[in-house]
């Protein structure tokens, strides 16, 4: 009778959720959830890191965003950074329309990443993942309350935007990754001095690439 009570509701139960219910409070607890992937074969599907990380909420979204630029093995791919490119600008468009479950064309969801890399770049992110956390807790929260999150929407679409570009400019990918990072913390840790440095990683980001292109 349990088991069937329990096919049951995991029929009835909603899709593309967190399945802790919440989003993830810090770095650990987003890199504590992509280890828990399962996904068939040894690739791993963007849409399933999705759905796990969950599409509700603007900041896990920039995080992991951040995450995936920044991580070596999967940033350094050719290609990478356009495609972030591409996810953060309809992010970041769909949040400043005020739709409250992000949507993405297929061609993105269904991009693969081998299973071993993503783990490999989850160790290696872990350590720094650790020291940061510790420093993260709600402090300026003006910066990042409901209407100052346009402000960051459309910083991060003007990263987004650069994105094709910086994958001919050495480093600026990592700039960028770095930007959206902190970013995506401010957000879920309301921290409002944590925005405050990604403006300015922002303003270095774009004058690297005026600098580059001059």
């Known amino acids: 009778m349990k088991v069937a009570a329990m096919s049951s509701a995991s029929r009835h139960a909603p899709d593309n959720t967190d399945p802790l219910g919440k989003d993830p409070a810090g770095l650990v607890s987003l890199l504590q959830l992509l280890v828990k ?4 074969g040894t690739t791993v599907r ?3 890191v999705l ?3 969950g599409r509700r909420s603007f900041g896990p979204m920039l995080l992991l965003a951040g995450l995936i630029t920044l991580a070596p ?3 350094d791919i050719p290609g990478v950074p356009t495609l972030i490119g591409i996810f953060v600008f309809l992010i970041a468009l769909q949040m400043m329309l005020g739709r409250k ?3 993405l064309p297929s061609f993105l969801l269904d991009r693969r990443i081998q299973r071993q890399t993503l783990h490999k770049a989850v160790v290696w992110l872990m350590p720094t ?7 993260l807790r709600p402090r300026l929260t003006f910066v990042v309350n409901r209407r100052a999150r346009f402000g960051v929407a459309t910083l991060a679409m003007l990263i987004s935007l650069l994105m094709p570009v910086m994958e001919f400019i050495p480093f600026s990918a990592n700039v960028a990754g770095l930007t959206l990072t902190v970013f995506g913390l401010a957000l879920i840790t309301r921290d409002g001095l944590l925005a405050l440095i ?9 004058g690297v690439i005026a600098w580059a292109l001059l």
Do not use: E, K, N
């Open 37 to 40: 992937i399962h996904d068939d």
């Open 46 to 48: 963007l849409g399933t």
């Open 51 to 53: 759905d796990l990380v």
């Open 73 to 75: 093995l999967i940033g």
């Open 101 to 103: 479950h992000f949507w």
């Open 129 to 135: 993942a650790r020291f940061t956390d510790r420093f």
């Open 198 to 206: 990604a403006f300015i990683l922002t303003g270095l980001g774009v």
